[in-house]
């Protein structure tokens, strides 16, 4: 089970009492708000995760820009089976997602609700807000 860090925490209870022995790894990501690219800022991961069922926690993928390099993560260290598991997305991010894995690996999407689009902010419309601001209460 890996949260990706800050969001992803608040998932990380619920995920490790369905999948107990589940062992929990931390990729930490974020978004660069002027391009939009995904950051790596930290990771406690194996070097192989060859034969791993890996377990991605994201809560809000909007852009679907970190969500994808996420994923990637995990398939350069040998993952082949990953599940990411999100609350909300957009139409525009799962696409982004969809065309970025294509058949490289077996990549399942599990989503709660596809929320309308993005803003020209690239935020989630309407959407909840900043997850992990909520999460810690910065708002």
Do not use: W
Not at 40 to 46: D, K
Request: charged content about 25%; overall charge negative.
């Amino acid at each position: 089970v890996v949260p990706i860090l800050r969001a992803g925490l608040g998932m990380l209870e619920g995920m490790t009492r369905l999948l107990p022995t589940a062992e929990v790894g931390f990729l930490g990501m974020q978004r660069d708000e002027e391009t939009l690219e995904a950051i790596t800022y930290a990771n406690h991961l194996p070097d192989d995760l060859s034969g791993r069922q890996c377990f991605l926690l994201d809560p809000m993928p909007a852009t679907g820009g970190t969500l994808v390099a996420s994923i990637n993560y995990l398939l350069d260290r040998g993952a082949r089976d990953v599940t990411a598991v999100c609350l909300l997305a957009t139409p525009e991010g799962l696409k982004v997602l969809e065309e970025a894995i294509g058949d490289r690996a077996d990549v399942t999407v599990v989503v709660a609700a596809v929320d309308e689009r993005l803003d020209e902010n690239a935020y989630i419309v309407p959407g909840l807000g900043d997850a992990g601001d909520r999460l810690y209460g910065v708002v």
